[in-house]
C-alpha cells in the first residue's frame, strides 16, 4: 500500500516537472521572437531645389525591443496607395548629417541613423530616418502610409499617423537636438 503512494507521488511529481519544462521552455521560445513596437515623434519635410534626390522626408521615431534578444532593423519601406496603385520609398542607409545647432560656441551636430540599426535586448532606441525622392515628397504624409521594417527575425508592419506629427524643419531639427 504505501509503495502504491509512494509511486503515485513520484508519477504526479514527474508530470508536474514535465508541465513546467514544458512551460519554461514555450516563455523562452515566445521571448526570442519579434516583438518590437515603433513609437512616432515627430516628421518633418525638407524641400530643396537642388540634386537629383532634392526632397527629403525624416521620421524621428523610438523602436522597443521587447524579445530578450537583439535585433537588427536592415530595412525600411514606406508604402502608399493612391487610386489602386502602390508607390513605395526606401530608406537611406548612409549616416547624414541634416542639422547643426550651434549653442554657446559649441556645434550639436544631428544625423540620420545608419543601417542596420541594432537595437539590444529589452531596451529602446530613438531613431531618425531619412526618405528622399525627387518629387512629391509631401505626398507621402496625406496619404497614410505604411511603414514595412525588415529585421534579422522577420518583417512587420506599421501605420504611423505622418500627418498628424509634422513639423517644420527647422523645429524638427531644434526639438531632435535638445533630446
Known amino acids: 500500500m ?3 503512494v509512494l509511486s503515485s507521488i513520484a508519477i504526479f511529481l514527474s508530470a508536474c516537472g514535465l508541465i513546467f519544462n514544458l512551460f519554461l521552455y514555450l ?3 515566445k521571448s526570442k521572437q ?9 516628421v518633418s519635410v525638407l524641400n530643396r531645389d537642388f540634386g537629383s534626390y532634392a526632397n527629403s522626408l525624416f521620421i524621428s521615431a523610438i523602436v522597443e525591443n521587447n524579445s530578450s534578444e537583439g535585433v537588427s532593423i536592415n530595412k525600411l519601406v514606406m508604402i502608399g496607395t493612391w487610386q489602386g496603385e502602390e508607390h513605395t520609398l526606401e530608406a537611406e542607409f548612409s549616416k547624414r548629417l541634416i542639422s547643426t545647432l550651434k549653442y ?3 556645434n ?3 544625423y ?3 543601417m542596420p540599426i541594432n537595437i539590444p535586448a529589452n531596451t529602446g532606441k530613438p531613431i531618425i530616418i531619412e526618405f528622399r525622392f525627387k518629387h512629391y515628397i509631401d505626398w507621402f504624409l496625406h ?4 511603414i514595412e521594417i525588415s529585421t534579422n527575425k522577420g518583417q512587420f508592419t506599421v501605420k504611423p499617423n505622418l ?3 509634422k513639423m517644420s524643419f527647422d523645429d524638427f531639427s531644434n526639438y531632435e537636438n535638445v533630446l
Open 163 to 165: 500627418k498628424d506629427s
Open 143 to 146: 496619404h497614410n502610409p505604411q
Open 104 to 106: 554657446e560656441q559649441k
Open 108 to 110: 550639436y551636430p544631428l
Open 27 to 29: 516563455e523562452r521560445k
Open 34 to 42: 519579434l516583438n518590437i513596437d515603433f513609437h512616432l515623434k515627430t
Open 112 to 114: 540620420t541613423n545608419e
Open 2 to 4: 504505501l509503495s502504491n
